[in-house]
């Protein structure tokens, strides 16, 4: 299933006035294929990634994540499809420092209501497909930061979701380890078959994407791959 972005327009309070974040923005990412979306900072990258993530509402336009029309849904709807549809990487990884990397990941399935075991088995899974089943056991402070990120990447996919969308995946990591954080997330995105979102500033990587598009002052432009 993909996702949808058609004429999305969305303004904030500034003032007297509004400030257009998203100007008639365009944007669909079908299955299997990561979509990554570069721009200067205030440029609109965010705000894209949180309608995407039906975390904010737009002003206009169509949002539709997996065949699922938004527009409608109430907010106990949208929590119900981000919790089974839609995973989201965060910048920064937040780990629970109490819990290892396998715990981190059955919590998300325990909000889903599967089974311990289910979970347990899952969990297991995705950690050995993100390089990190010797580390299933450790915690936070015992992983390093291409680590810790890999294990919030596998709890993204822990409900498996239909859309993928990643912030700034490489920002505090080093050109070695962003190199295989996006090498990982290119392969996970066709394996899996989830339409994939991934902003960032850095555009050292971009060549594992399969399109690049640039948001500028809130409009959005593909680019060429050469």
Known sequence: MSLLLDHVTLTYPDGDGRLTALDAVSLEVPAGSL????????????????????????????VVVAGTETSSLGPAQKA???????????????????????????????????????????????LDAVGLAAQAHRRPHQLSGGQRQRVNIARALMNEPSVLLVDEPTSALDHERGAAVMELLAGLTAERGTATVLVTHDRTHLDRADRVVTVRDGRITEEARV
Do not use: W, Y
């Not at 979306?37 to 894209?48: A, D, N």
């Not at 420092?97 to 919590?107: D, G, H, I, K, M």
């Open 80 to 126: 119900e499809l981000r919790r089974e549809t839609v995973g989201i990487v965060f910048q920064q990884p937040n780990l629970l420092p109490s819990l290892t990397a396998v715990e981190q990941l059955q919590v998300m399935a325990h909000l889903s209501g599967r089974t311990s075991r289910m979970a347990r088995e899952r969990a297991g899974e995705l």
């Open 35 to 62: 979509a990554a979306v570069v721009g200067p900072s205030g440029s609109g990258k965010s705000s894209l990634l949180a309608v995407a993530a039906t975390l904010v509402t737009p002003d206009s336009g169509r």
